[in-house]
């Protein structure tokens, strides 16, 4: 039985796609997790699940880079990847063949930022950004309360760093060896480490290094956007110690040269822990439905 007025979210990840079902009020009604494997059979799958319900709009959080600009001619598109089954590929244009109804399209983590800003850790503030470290480095930013974008969305992760005094460790992004990401992700700190980030302990020199680059991208973000709130999320920062050890290196690296709010109230965890980018989706597809 078909139920009706509902929206539709997917969160398309690079190992796992998630799709979800929420009613107007974003209650979620139902949910799926498929692994990411090339657009046919992973938006088959989601296809199939999507079959039970008479959607009426739908938000999409997906991995990037995606071509976002509206006069593009590959407005849409996935651009660069190392998933080779999907580079190149038109998500926004094969979901409206599949669906024709109004669709929203954006970056997995401007979604998630959006969604802990209506819905979670930043609640009734006007800017956020939400950063993920994990097996790459990426950041959503919010202004006004609308997701940011100019001509192309904003990618926090490569942003060229200052490097740590003693650091040698060369890099290990493949576009730009050694920006944030390249020095700072899951596998940079895996690599450095020669384990898993979770096995490393917590009085391990390299949380140090850790939490300066990302204390140092943190300075450079409130520097150039001044956001309200800063979420850190991801499975790095799953480790308990590394978050104040982030907070005393952004006093340091700061140096009380701008006010920033108090930063136990700046920086803090996603409320929204995994759900933040479904969450998100849902609130996209609102959107989306109210404005036709």
Same mark, same amino acid.
């Given at each position: 039985?078909?139920?009706?007025?509902?929206?539709?979210?997917?969160?398309?990840?690079?190992?796992? =796609?998630?799709?979800?079902?929420?009613?107007?009020?974003?209650?979620?009604?139902?949910?799926?997790?498929?692994?990411?494997?090339?657009?046919?059979?992973?938006?088959?799958?989601?296809?199939?699940?999507?079959?039970?319900?008479?959607?009426?709009?739908?938000?999409?959080? =997906?991995?990037?880079?995606?071509?976002?600009?509206?006069?593009?001619?590959?407005?849409?598109?996935?651009? +660069?990847?190392?998933?080779?089954?999907?580079?190149?590929? *038109?998500?926004?244009?094969?979901?409206?063949?599949? $669906?024709?109804?109004?669709?929203?399209? *954006?970056?997995?983590?401007?979604?998630?930022?959006?969604? #802990?800003? &209506?819905?979670?850790?930043?609640?009734?503030?006007?800017? =956020?950004?939400?950063?993920?470290?994990?097996?790459?480095?990426?950041?959503?930013?919010?202004?006004?309360?609308?997701?940011?974008?100019? $001509?192309?969305?904003? #990618?926090?992760?490569?942003?060229?760093?200052?490097?740590?005094?003693?650091?040698?460790?060369?890099?290990?992004?493949?576009?730009?060896?050694? =920006?944030? #990401?390249?020095?700072?992700?899951?596998?940079?700190?895996?690599?450095?480490?020669?384990?898993?980030? *979770?096995?490393?302990? &917590?009085?391990?020199?390299?949380?140090?290094?850790?939490?300066?680059?990302?204390?140092?991208?943190?300075?450079? $973000?409130?520097?150039?956007?001044?956001?309200?709130?800063?979420?850190?999320?991801?499975?790095?920062?799953?480790?308990?110690?590394?978050?104040?050890?982030? &907070?005393? +290196?952004? *006093?340091?690296?700061?140096?009380?040269?701008?006010?920033?709010?108090?930063?136990?109230?700046?920086?803090?965890?996603?409320?929204?822990?995994?759900?933040?980018?479904?969450?998100?989706?849902?609130?996209?597809?609102?959107?989306?439905?109210?404005?036709?």
């Amino acid at each position: 039985m078909l139920d009706t007025f509902m929206l539709g979210a997917i969160e398309a990840g690079g190992t796992k =796609c998630i799709a979800a079902v929420a009613d107007q009020d974003l209650n979620l009604i139902d949910k799926i997790s498929v692994p990411t494997t090339d657009p046919s059979q992973t938006l088959g799958a989601i296809a199939d699940f999507f079959s039970s319900y008479s959607l009426a709009a739908m938000g999409v959080g =997906c991995f990037g880079p995606i071509d976002l600009n509206l006069s593009s001619p590959t407005y849409g598109y996935i651009e +660069s990847t190392p998933k080779l089954a999907w580079k190149g590929f *038109n998500i926004l244009g094969a979901l409206q063949a599949q $669906y024709r109804i109004p669709i929203a399209l *954006n970056t997995d983590v401007n979604v998630a930022a959006l969604g #802990e800003l &209506k819905r979670g850790a930043a609640v009734g503030e006007q800017s =956020c950004i939400y950063i993920t470290v994990g097996t790459g480095i990426g950041g959503g930013v919010v202004v006004d309360r609308q997701i940011f974008n100019g $001509y192309h969305h904003p #990618e926090l992760g490569h942003i060229a760093v200052k490097r740590f005094p003693s650091d040698t460790f060369a890099g290990i992004c493949p576009y730009h060896t050694d =920006c944030l #990401e390249g020095l700072a992700s899951g596998p940079a700190l895996a690599e450095r480490a020669h384990q898993p980030p *979770n096995q490393i302990g &917590k009085d391990d020199p390299l949380w140090e290094i850790e939490a300066y680059y990302l204390a140092q991208a943190i300075v450079t $973000y409130s520097l150039i956007l001044s956001p309200a709130k800063i979420i850190l999320g991801g499975g790095v920062m799953q480790q308990e110690h590394i978050l104040e050890m982030v &907070k005393t +290196s952004v *006093n340091q690296q700061l140096n009380h040269y701008i006010q920033i709010p108090d930063i136990d109230h700046y920086i803090v965890r996603p409320q929204l822990k995994n759900e933040a980018a479904i969450i998100g989706g849902f609130i996209l597809a609102k959107d989306a439905l109210r404005l036709g």
